[in-house]
């Protein structure tokens, strides 16, 4: 079923179509009826996928491209520089162009229930959570995570009737669109190149929850809780109209009461590992009520929902340790995640940590230190650049320096190394970051074993 806002529209090519937001949109759209196509930097698990599918992905820019020709519409990720050769192609072409962004907010114009997940921390797990309980009471929904859900992946859809959607606040792109519903978790400074300040940031995020017909904030959160009056949730906060109470942790899974407007309504059992998931799921909990949901069904929804990938995941053991993998790479996701490593933790804990681009180091560095500093067994592994050129004062390396007591490795095999010489059985390997840290850490549970 086509798009209103695609009527004259039959053929579609993605610049940067392999990251895991653009791939989902790009599953929407091949499932819509459209002819989609695209390109990325180089092959990954998610271009796999989309080939799988019969979506054509080619590796490299390429401006004479027969695809990049014929497409009435081209979409680029903002990760992308305006120099890129086929996007700079296309405007000599004069395509359509349109953002990631400005193609999600014309998606959302489809459906009658958008529900847009914000925050610094936290959007994909929640967003996932949010498609659990649709899931769960049986509306026709279509969700779109940032992120690879245990069940649905990055993308699902059994109908029109709700989306859920991450709204991300990169260069302020979460006000492309508006939602009948909104969610937001936190507010912390990060992608700070892209504001004027805090206060752009802040008001940034409170313009994002005018927007919605209703939003619903952290109540635990100062910097949530200065954008107005807005129905809000939280733990510690007495005054939350949705407030988590009597919480019991089994292994650092979850349960907790909801009380709803101070009424105890229901008792939840989280599956998933963290305190910081009962935030996300009474967020998600709050928005789902306020569609019309049964609280029972709502909460057997949260229970269903396990993990996304990269999001305290465990890849494997050796010797007896566990290695897990935590996307983690601001110094408040840093905290959360190294405590409840420490909860689960029989032994030794290990942290290699991999910073996420050169600007984000420099301009959090005393944070970074802060947080740092106090874990024991501390590796910092090198930058994950992304779309930045190399900057020494921002690197891993500096970091390493600063912090004093960690180690730095540059590669693979000085972690090898490392950890060959230490870990037992009842250590826990703990590897944080959003960059390539991950299959680094695949690849060195192999060598290892």
């Not at 949730?233 to 899974?253: K, M, P, Q, V």
Request: net charge positive; hydrophobic share 40%.
């Amino acid at each position: 079923m086509r798009l209103k806002g695609l009527k004259s529209v039959e053929k579609i090519y993605f610049i940067g179509i392999g990251g895991i937001s653009m791939s989902a949109l790009a599953c929407f759209l091949f499932d819509c009826g459209y002819s989609v196509s695209g390109s990325d930097a180089a092959r990954s698990e998610q271009t796999e996928k989309l080939s799988a599918q019969g979506i054509p992905v080619f590796v490299g820019a390429d401006e004479n491209r027969a695809e990049l020709a014929v497409a009435e519409l081209v979409v680029y990720t903002d990760a992308i520089p305006m120099e890129h050769a086929e996007l700079r192609k296309a405007k000599t072409l004069q395509k359509q162009i349109v953002s990631r962004a400005e193609l999600l907010a014309i998606i959302c114009q489809e459906f009658p229930n958008v529900l847009a997940v914000a925050g610094s921390h936290g959007k994909t797990t929640c967003t996932s959570m949010c498609a659990h309980v649709f899931r769960g009471v049986g509306v026709p929904f279509t969700a779109h995570i940032g992120g690879e859900d245990g069940t649905f992946g990055n993308f699902y859809t059994s109908g029109r009737e709700y989306f859920v959607t991450e709204a991300c606040e990169y260069k302020k792109n979460l006000l492309k669109f508006s939602s009948r519903r909104s969610i937001l978790l936190n507010i912390d400074k990060d992608h700070m190149e892209c504001y004027d300040g805090e206060k752009d940031l802040i008001d940034t995020f409170r313009q994002f929850c005018v927007n919605a017909e209703t939003a619903f904030v952290c109540a635990d959160d100062e910097k949530c809780r200065s954008l107005g009056d807005f129905p809000c949730f939280g733990i510690e906060n007495s005054g939350a109209d949705y407030r988590a109470t009597h919480l019991r942790a089994n292994g650092e899974r979850y349960s907790f009461t909801v009380e709803e407007y101070g009424k105890a309504i229901c008792r939840i059992r989280l599956n998933a590992i963290g305190r910081c998931n009962v935030y996300n799921a009474l967020a998600a909990f709050a928005a789902m009520r306020s569609f019309g949901f049964n609280e029972r069904e709502i909460a057997m929804g949260l229970e269903s929902f396990t993990a996304v990938k990269r999001r305290f995941e465990k890849i494997g053991t050796y010797r007896g340790a566990s290695f897990i993998c935590d996307y983690a790479h601001h110094p408040r996701e840093i905290v959360a995640t190294v405590r409840t490593a420490q909860g689960v933790c029989r032994g030794e804990l290990y942290v290699v940590f991999q910073p996420h681009t050169y600007s984000r180091t420099k301009l959090l560095m005393s944070e970074f230190l802060s947080v740092l500093r106090p874990i024991k067994n501390l590796m910092i592994y090198k930058t994950y650049a992304a779309r930045e050129r190399y900057d020494g004062s921002g690197s891993a390396a500096a970091l390493s320096r600063a912090v004093g007591s960690s180690l730095y490795a540059e590669n693979v095999y000085v972690l090898k190394t490392w950890l060959k010489k230490t870990v037992k059985e009842g250590d826990v390997v703990l590897f944080l970051g959003a960059g390539d840290i991950y299959y680094a850490a695949q690849y060195l549970l192999k060598e290892l074993r």
